[in-house]
């Protein structure tokens, strides 16, 4: 006897599902975007950036003064 499909259950449950789904992505979103970690991770790349730009200006600014002296 072959089994008998219910479309309409399966309409209702797949719904429901989804229902479910979205009402739960807003804090489980909210708590993985906020979490302290990525504010350090962005404050800790920040530092990294600025200390790169600072060793370029002052190797910059050294070679400047090297060709000043000699020139």
Partial sequence: ?????RPLTGLLLFTGINAVL?????????????LPY???R???????????????????SAQEATQASVG
């Fill in 1 to 5: 006897m072959p089994h008998r499909t």
């Fill in 22 to 34: 979205v009402q739960t992505i807003t804090p489980v979103y909210d708590f993985v975007c906020f």
């Fill in 38 to 40: 990525w504010e350090r």
């Fill in 42 to 60: 962005r404050e800790r790349i920040r530092k990294e950036r600025e200390a790169v730009a600072a060793s370029i200006n002052s190797a910059t």
